[in-house]
């Protein structure tokens, strides 16, 4: 079986900070790892992922989240935050022989000017 | 735009009322996915075709659910005898192939009164 934990269901930045997005997960075999955002009334975009590889993995909008497996972590950053990442994200995982993606409880991001 | 569509976006409907939605997955993805996210969670996964073959069910999905995928295109999700507890948004995704990216339509929203 395989579990996903996102540290806090709301986290508030300041335009221009840092963005740090928590997530750990649980799997007794190799995982493949996902981060989501979802927007309001829309459905979820992929905005990187780690399967096999470099373990930092660079995605869409200058996200970017690296694999740690002593820590058993794939925590999503952003240098600077900017307004139009104010939204809902959601880690995932899922790996070989189990493909249906299980999700966290999702943190959202507020952006404040 | 030849993403994931899903039809209808928001369903109203009253308890005990079977409903249906459709979800038209990306041209040439062979997997297509369903789940499922209440308010203040994650997406959990229902159910998930290969063509046109239901490969897994979750055991959220109770008998009053049935998911199809003629033909191994569209694919349709009906829900019978509805109830005030299947208020959710349902997701549909399609990949290419079992470890590709899924790709998320924008959902259909239900509301059971």
């Known amino acids: 079986a395989q579990s996903v934990t996102q540290l806090g269901s709301h986290v508030s930045v300041s335009e221009g900070a840092l963005v740090l997005l928590r997530c750990n997960y649980s799997s007794s075999v190799p995982p493949y790892l996902f981060w989501y955002v979802q927007y309001p009334n829309q459905g979820l975009q992929l905005l990187l992922k780690y399967t096999t590889g470099a373990t930092l993995v660079k995605g869409i909008n200058g996200f970017e989240a690296e694999f740690k497996k002593s820590e058993t972590s794939f925590h999503l950053t952003k240098p600077s935050a900017h307004m139009s990442d104010a939204a809902e994200y959601f880690c995932a995982c899922s790996n070989v022989g189990n493909e249906k993606l299980t999700f966290g409880t999702g943190t959202r991001l507020t952006i404040i000017p | 735009d030849t993403g994931v569509s899903q039809d209808p976006r928001h369903k109203i409907t009253k308890r005990g009322q079977n409903v249906t939605f459709r979800c038209d997955p990306i041209s040439e993805h062979n997997r297509l996915y369903w789940y499922r996210q209440t308010l203040g969670q994650g997406p959990e996964f229902l159910t998930y075709?290969?063509?046109?073959?239901?490969?897994?069910k979750s055991r959220l999905l109770s008998d009053r659910f049935s998911a199809e995928r003629p033909k191994g295109s569209f694919s349709t999700l009906e829900i019978q005898r509805t109830e005030q507890g299947d208020s959710a948004m349902y997701l549909c995704?399609?990949?290419?192939?079992?470890?590709?990216?899924?790709?998320f339509g924008p959902g259909t929203r239900l509301l059971v009164l």
């Open positions: 995704a399609s990949s290419l192939t079992a470890q590709e990216t899924q790709y």
């Open positions: 075709f290969q063509n046109e073959a239901q490969l897994e």
